[in-house]
C-alpha cells in the first residue's frame, strides 16, 4: 500500500514528478508504462519531503482562513489592517482611516464583498502602474484585466492584453511593479530566457528583492 493516497496521471514523459497542491492533494505525473510498484516505492523514498510538505500547506491553509470578524486583519499594499463590522455602516466595504469597515448587513457574503473591493482597488492601481512602466519604456500593450487568478499573478497574451490577478491590491507596491514590468517584458520576449530577464532588469533593477517576497509571501495574500 503506498504511505498516502494521491492522483497518478499518465502521460507521454520521461520521468516520475511529484506535486502537492495548495489544498493538500499528492498528484504522481509518470510515463505511460511505468509499474505501479515503482511508483509507490518512488512514494516511500519521499515521504518525509510530503509530509513536510503536506504539513507546510495545512499550515498556509489555516493561515488563510477567514471568518470576517471585529478585528480580523487584511492585507493591503503590503500593510494589514483590521477589520470593523458596523451596524450603521451603508456601504458594503470601505478603507478609511487605517481599517476595513464592513456593512453587517453584508457579512453572509463578506468573502464576495471584499473580492469585489480588491478587484476595484487592484484595476486603478495596476492601469496606473502599467501606464508609468509602459510610457517610461516605450511598449505599447492592450487591454487590462483583472481576475481571480490564484495561480499565476499576470499574463500577457499573444495580441498585448495584459492580466493580473486582484489579489496583487494586497501586495506592497514595489512587488506590483515587478508583476507589472514582467508582464510589460514579455510584449518584447515571450519566454523566460536571459533576454528576458535583462529586459525585466531595465525596467526594474530591483526586481529580485521583490520576485523573492512575493514567493515566500503570496500564500498570504487572500480574502
Given amino acids: 500500500m503506498p504511505p498516502f493516497p494521491y492522483k497518478l496521471v499518465r ?6 514528478a511529484l506535486t502537492v497542491s495548495r489544498e493538500a492533494f499528492v498528484t504522481v505525473r509518470a510515463p505511460l508504462r511505468t509499474p505501479i510498484d515503482f511508483i509507490e516505492s518512488f512514494l516511500k523514498k519521499k ?19 477567514r471568518r470576517y470578524e471585529d478585528g480580523e486583519m487584511f ?5 494589514r489592517y483590521p477589520l470593523r463590522v458596523s451596524e450603521r455602516a451603508r456601504l458594503s466595504v470601505v478603507f478609511s482611516g ?31 502602474r502599467v ?23 499576470g499574463s500577457c497574451s499573444g495580441k498585448g492584453s495584459l492580466n493580473f490577478s486582484f489579489r496583487l491590491a494586497m501586495a506592497p507596491l514595489s512587488v506590483i ?22 529586459k ?14 512575493l ?9
Fill in 11 to 16: 502521460s507521454r514523459r520521461r520521468s516520475v
Fill in 47 to 65: 515521504r518525509e519531503w510530503i509530509e513536510k510538505t503536506l504539513a507546510k500547506v495545512r499550515e498556509r491553509a489555516r493561515e488563510r482562513e
Fill in 75 to 79: 492585507w493591503y499594499l503590503g500593510e
Fill in 98 to 128: 487605517g481599517e476595513f469597515v464592513m456593512a453587517k448587513r453584508f457579512h453572509f457574503r463578506a468573502k464576495e464583498v471584499f473580492s469585489r473591493w480588491y478587484t476595484r482597488e487592484a484595476k486603478r492601481i495596476l492601469s496606473e
Fill in 131 to 153: 501606464r508609468f512602466f509602459a510610457r517610461e519604456n516605450k511598449l505599447a500593450y492592450g487591454a487590462i484585466k483583472v481576475n481571480a487568478a490564484r495561480t499565476r499573478w
Fill in 177 to 198: 511593479d515587478y508583476v507589472v514590468v514582467h508582464e510589460l517584458a514579455h510584449l518584447v520576449h515571450r519566454d523566460h530566457s536571459r533576454n528576458f530577464w535583462r
Fill in 200 to 213: 525585466v532588469a531595465s525596467m526594474l533593477p530591483e526586481f529580485e528583492t521583490e520576485r523573492r517576497w
Fill in 215 to 223: 514567493k515566500k509571501n503570496g500564500h498570504l495574500l487572500e480574502c
